[in-house]
Each structure stands twice: as C-alpha cells, then as structure tokens.
C-alpha cells in the first residue's frame, strides 16, 4: 500500500492541518529539562496520599463532574461550585470551550504571539483564527477591541506564553464590553502572577477563565484543569464535555492539591525568587529578558543564532524551547528551575557565550 492512500478518508481540513506540536518530551536519561514550564519540584505529599486512597475504587466509573473538587476549589477561589467545570487539563477545557461557541466558518481571535494550540483548535472547527499582534509594552491593540458579527470567542492567556506579560483588568473588561462573544482569560501561569481575573466574572458573565494543575501545583503529568464562568455558562457547557473527561485519580489528586494551599505558597515563593535572580544573571549574559509573571521568561538577543544556542545547550543535557515567530522575534524560552537547575544553566551559557 502507497504511504498517503489513506488521507482520501480524512476530511480535507485535517489533511491540510499542520499538527500541534508540544514541547520534547524525552522518556529517558537525565536533561534539565526546562522546555515546557513543568515545575521542578515534586508535588504536594498529599497527593499521592490521595491517589492511593482513590485507586481501591477503580471499578466504578469516577463522578462526571467533580463533586469534591469543585467543593474543595469553590472554597479556596471563593466562587459558587456550580461555576466550574472540570477538565483533563486545561487544554480539555479550551477544546470543550472552542466546540461549544465556534462553529464552522466563523472567527476565533487571538493575540499574536501567543499559545499556539488556539489555531489548532480553530482549525479542527473548520473555523477562521485571527492573530492579532500585541501593542509595543504587550498591551492590547485597539483592532483587538474590534467588534465582528462573525466573531464568536476570544482567547487572552493571562499571563501570557511566551512573554511571560499581562494585560490589566481594566483592559479585559473593556474587551468583553466591546465584543459580542465569550472573552476567555488563559489562566495557566496565574499563580505566578500579582492577579488574577476571577473577580471580573461577577462584573461581566462573557468573562471565562481557565486554569490548569500542569503549572504552579507540579502535576502536569496528572492532566487535570478546570474553568471557573457564570453557572448558565458551564451548565450548558457541560452538554459538549466528554461525559467522564475527568478520571478518578486525577480528581482524587486535584482535589488534595488544591486543599493544600501552603505548598502552593511555598512553591510559588521559591519559583519566584529564582525567576528574578535568572531574569538578572540572563540580562548579565547579554540576553534581552522580558520581566515575567509566569514560571518561564523569554530571553532574546541579535548577536547569534539562538537555534545554534538551543542546539549547543542540548548536547550537554539542557532542554530549552526555541521558538520561532515570524512576525515578532525568535528567542529561548526557559522554564524556571530549581536553583540547581539554573545555575547549572547559567553555567554552560556563560561558556558558550565566551
Ligand atoms: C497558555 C497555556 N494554556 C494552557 C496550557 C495547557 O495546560 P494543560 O497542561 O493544563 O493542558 C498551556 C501549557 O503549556 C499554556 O501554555
């Protein structure tokens, strides 16, 4: 059989689609791995705990809509239960959210540069993307504000991937103002962040938000997420989600780790603390740092090729992400390690770059 026969059954868009790609993944062998803004520390102990206590149940199938964590989580985000809805991870809760507002033909917009996966998710839709490029100081454009009878949701990461930036309140709110769709704030790097947009829920119910435990709570190997919106919101949400989208032991492990609010504090010190000293020790070595508010900075510089860097930094055992955006920059984005990790790091560039 001819290797591409098979393409004729897919549809046409699927076909032509370019796959999302995430970052490297190696299953073996020892990098410092800080390509894909995983926390470097171990989870909270309780999580484990719970996991455990969870798997005797493996029988039965697990609550389809998270009882006990959205309990748990009302009481920390201080939101009523029924405003939230459970993923597996947050990108669960970004196709559930894509499926359910945009329908094939129309607009999805997005900033520009931003997480990749949005345009994915537009393409699976059969659904038109507009990238819209931030404003000089990452603020946004006013033709972000635009209104558009074809357009039916906005994705804002917040912060942002890959500047590690913010838009302020009084600019989400303006936004969802001015467009006549859901305004979804990607909140996966929000706890490393001086705010957050939960609030702006009561003052305008098209604002959706979007959280993930892949980040601040170490689990991104659970797969877990959820979105907090107006209950009107995530009711009918419910209707496009897959009936157990969220399994037993991931529920079980969110549901400790989000109880476990003095990890979270404690980790999030210590990943801040380390982001300051690397933006500076960076900016020492030549590099045009960003300041970020999430567990990642994006580093750039003219002098060379940062794909030669990359590459350089790989064969000793250290895995960044380069990326590449055409119309903006192409740079190094490093997730924050422990101190080790980065002074490990530091270490190498300094001998690279001499
Ligand atoms: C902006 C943004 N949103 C969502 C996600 C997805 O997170 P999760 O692991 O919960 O699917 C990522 C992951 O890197 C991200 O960068």
Known sequence: ?????????????????????????????????LNTNENPYPPSPKVLEAI???SSRLERYPDPIGTAFRIAASNVLGVDPDMILCGNGSDDCLTVLTRAFVGAGKKLRLPYPSYILYRTLAELQEAK???????????????????DSELKLVYLPNPNSPSGTMVDHASILKLADSVDC??????AYVDFAPENCIGLIQQNPKIIVTRTFSKSYALAGLRFGYLVAHP???ATLRKVK?????????LAGATAAISDQAWLQENVRKIIATRTRMTVELRNLGFDVIESQANFVWCSRKDRSLQELYEQLKKFGILVRYMVYPRWSDGLRISVGTDEQIDATLLILKRLLA
Do not use: H
């Open 182 to 187: 859901p305004v979804v704030v990607d909140e």
């Open 129 to 147: 993307f507009e990238e819209v490029e931030f404003d000089s100081n990452f603020g946004l454009a006013e033709s972000f504000y635009a209104s």
């Open 232 to 234: 009107e919101m995530v």
């Open 1 to 33: 059989m001819q290797n591409g026969s098979l393409q004729k059954y897919f549809r046409s868009e699927i076909t032509a689609m370019s796959p999302y790609k995430p970052g490297e993944q190696p299953q073996t062998g020892k990098s410092i791995k």
């Open 242 to 250: 897959d009936s157990y989208n969220t399994d037993m032991l991931s």
């Open 52 to 54: 455990v206590a969870a």
